[in-house]
């Protein structure tokens, strides 16, 4: 076991880091946290390099929380001509 300022250090298998972006991500549990949060979690107890572009990575590419991904704006009304705007 590595230590890197009190984080247990990760090594390059992707599988082991994958596992941990899982457990960190996908669990019941963990409730799909964004990419900020699943980094700040990891950060408590593990390090590796590219850590952030990884977890990043990872929630960006996960299938379910792009289709359930929130909207932070109102939707965009129909576009329509000039004409149609001053004629109402």
């Known amino acids: 076991m590595i230590k890197y300022n009190e984080s247990l250090y990760v090594s390059e298998d992707f599988s082991v880091r994958e596992e941990l972006l899982k457990h960190h991500h996908d669990d019941s549990l963990a409730r799909h946290f964004d990419a ?12 590796w390099k590219s850590m952030i572009k990884n977890v990043k990575e990872y929630v960006n590419t996960y299938d ?6 929130m909207k932070h704006h109102l939707s965009y009304d129909e576009l329509r001509s000039l004409s149609q705007l001053t004629d109402s």
Do not use: F, H, S
């Open 36 to 47: 900020d949060k699943i980094n700040e979690l990891l950060n408590c107890k593990y390090y």
């Open 64 to 69: 379910i929380c792009q289709r359930m991904k």
